[in-house]
Antibody, heavy 120, light 107 residues
Framework: EVQLVESGGGLVQPGRSLRLSCAAS????????MHWVRQAPGEGLEWVSG????????GYADSVKGRFTISRDNAKNSLYLQMNSLRAEDTALYYC?????????????WGQGALVTVSS | AIRMTQSPSSFSASTGDRVTITCRAS??????LAWYQQKPGKAPKLLIY???TLQTGVPSRFSGSGSGTDFTLTISCLQSEDFATYYC?????????FGQGTKVEIK
């Protein structure tokens, strides 16, 4: 059974940093692209970032480019999102998503999300 | 970035109705389009990918069509468990983008 479990969320002040993790199991992690998608309270889905299987192809939404960094450790079956210079508008539930394809892709499995609240 | 526009943003329907949601891309995306269903407090669920391919386990009352810039999601006979918010998503290129969502409510 595929499982994606996010961790690392919490309350953080504007301008500070936070690192999210996603622990994957139930599939060959290194074979698939992985992504982060967020959802602000009461709002729609926003794709944040994606990384292909070997970390050579990475993409970011314009809203986070230069502040967020995605990475993965295939040996640990883990995906990460380093979030720097956080803003109030980054407040959201952050989902980890498994891509069906290696690069740009749709998401066939999702975690339950990690809540990030940016507030002073 | 490719902009995805769904219509309508919300509507009311009755069990048994046939409903259609449209999604328009600001530029051609071939068939690189997926549809998701999201219920309150839950993660999204993949319904359709490649514009018209039904994900395993999704009921056949759901169908998708379109290519290029115009796409539709159809639910042939609305069931009580289908009242939810639906999102389209393009994966033709980075940055990947979602539509704003369509909420289907009970009439």
């Amino acid at each position: 059974e595929v499982q994606l479990v996010e961790s690392g969320g919490g309350l953080v002040q504007p301008g500070r940093s936070l690192r999210l993790s996603c622990a994957a199991s139930g599939f060959t992690f290194g074979d698939y692209g992985m992504h982060w998608v967020r959802q602000a309270p009461g709002e729609g889905l926003e794709w944040v970032s994606g990384i292909n299987w070997n970390s050579r192809t990475i993409g970011y939404a314009d809203s986070v480019k230069g502040r967020f960094t995605i990475s993965r450790d295939n040996a640990k079956n883990s995906l990460y999102l380093q979030m720097n210079s956080l803003r109030a508008e980054d407040t959201a539930l952050y989902y980890c998503g498994k891509g069906r394809l290696s690069g740009t892709t749709y998401f066939d499995y999702w975690g339950q999300g990690a809540l990030v609240t940016v507030s002073s | 970035a490719i902009r995805m526009t769904q219509s309508p943003s919300s509507f009311s329907a009755s069990t048994g109705d046939r409903v259609t949601i449209t999604c328009r891309a600001s530029q051609g995306i071939s068939s690189y389009l997926a549809w998701y269903q999201q219920k309150p407090g839950k993660a999204p669920k993949l319904l359709i990918y490649a514009a018209s391919t039904l994900q395993t386990g999704v009921p056949s009352r759901f169908s998708g069509s379109g290519s290029g810039t115009d796409f539709t999601l159809t639910i042939s006979c609305l069931q009580s468990e289908d009242f939810a918010t639906y999102y389209c998503q393009q994966y033709q290129s980075y940055p990947q983008t979602f539509g704003q969502g369509t909420k289907v409510e009970i009439k």
